[in-house]
């Protein structure tokens, strides 16, 4: 499959780009800048620039799936938490919509709740205005949602929840593995799960879903 990978020069999204380049499937990364499109180079990856702020069809147009892995961060402010993480997920459906490109794999959280108290609050705010949107749509969708992310080494070993709440931790080799494989397991299709480090292989935590 041809599969946009939005937000690509992400710390979880560049792990899941080397994933794809190394699969079957031909992945394009969408960068918003043009400094970063040497790095893809080098992996032999189609870049494509388009910014979630503004219309992504072009980069929509053309491709079989999409994985949205882009965040506004913690360093910025509100808004963008909700131009990027709100409204710029909400965005690439509707043009995956337009463009027929059924296949949307959504980097989420855990905790997301559109009453949310938290800390964190417009954060989980945003992202479950986005969850929700997705659940909602026709897209044939999957919501991943990692505990607190870290860069600790893959062990492609996890623990799945079709509850969303929680607590715990996930490596961002972990997640980008699962993201890559809910491409080829047809039962993580219109499935919403927690996944953090764990114990069970991701391909059997995946089929039993
Ligand atoms: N951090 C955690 O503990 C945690 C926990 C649970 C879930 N998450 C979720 O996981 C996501 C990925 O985490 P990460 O650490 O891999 O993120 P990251 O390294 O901060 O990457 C986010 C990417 O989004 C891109 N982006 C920001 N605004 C954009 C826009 N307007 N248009 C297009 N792309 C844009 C950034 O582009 P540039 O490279 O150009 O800046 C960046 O490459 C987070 O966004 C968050 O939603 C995080």
Do not use: W
Not at 104 to 112: G, H, P, R, V
Not at 162 to 190: I, K, P
């Amino acid at each position: 499959m041809k599969v946009l990978v939005i937000g690509a020069n992400g710390n979880t999204a560049t792990r899941v780009i080397r994933r794809l380049a190394e699969s079957d499937h031909d992945p394009v990364a969408m960068i918003r800048d043009p400094a970063h499109r040497a790095k893809f180079d080098r992996l032999g990856v189609a870049t494509v620039l388009a910014d979630l702020e503004y219309p992504i069809d072009h980069a929509i147009q053309g491709c079989d799936a999409i994985i949205f892995a882009a965040g506004s961060g913690g360093k910025t402010g509100k808004d963008k938490t909700v131009l990027i993480d709100h409204l710029g997920a909400i965005r690439s459906m509707v043009a995956a919509q337009v463009h027929d490109v059924r296949r949307y794999i959504m980097l989420s959280s855990i905790n997301n709740d559109i009453h949310s108290q938290s800390p964190i609050a417009h954060y989980h705010r945003a992202k479950a205005h986005a969850d929700n949107h997705l659940v909602e749509s026709d897209l044939d969708y999957t919501i991943v949602c990692p505990g607190g992310l870290t860069d600790e080494p893959g062990t492609e070993l996890v623990a799945v929840n079709t509850e969303l709440q929680g607590s715990g931790l996930t490596s961002r080799e972990n997640l980008a593995a699962a993201l890559v494989a809910c491409l080829d397991c047809d039962n993580s299709v219109g499935k919403s799960f927690s996944l953090l480090d764990g114990d069970m292989p991701l391909a059997e935590a995946m089929m039993a879903l």
